[in-house]
């Protein structure tokens, strides 16, 4: 499956951005997809996860109740809602897809996106 993500940008703090990942290629609807970010200078680090099906989804700490993952089969495309942004998620966001293993993990998963750049302004 290849991954495509876009959607990162320049925003204010506080405001929201809506990340896509469109995928191509084998079956996507049986893949999980998750997102992950890449902070200058800091390691790749979890964001959030759902399963193949839609459900359940899982969450990193720092994002829980602001962000919501979500996906469309029939469109082949997940998303990242992020609201309620603040300076400490400027990153680089992926996208991933895996068949199994630990969501956690970004060793775990097997296909990546290029990444998209969110960037938050003071």
């Known amino acids: 499956v290849q991954l495509q993500a876009s959607g990162g940008g320049l925003v204010q703090a506080g405001g929201s951005l809506r990340l896509s990942c469109a995928a191509s290629?084998?079956?996507?609807?049986?893949?999980?997809v998750g997102w992950f970010r890449q902070a200058p200078g800091k390691e790749r680090e979890f964001v959030a996860h759902?399963?193949?099906?839609?459900?359940?989804?899982h969450y990193a700490d720092s994002v829980k109740g602001r962000f919501t993952i979500s996906r469309d089969n029939a469109k082949n495309t997940g998303y990242l809602q992020m609201n309620s942004l603040k300076s400490e998620d400027t990153a680089v966001y992926y996208c991933?897809?895996?068949?199994?293993?630990?969501?956690?993990?970004?060793?775990?998963?097997?296909?990546w996106g290029q990444g998209t750049l969110v960037t938050l302004s003071s």
């Open positions: 759902i399963s193949w099906g839609g459900g359940p989804t």
């Open positions: 290629g084998r079956s996507f609807r049986n893949y999980s």
């Open positions: 991933a897809a895996q068949l199994t293993g630990d969501y956690r993990l970004p060793r775990d998963w097997g296909y």
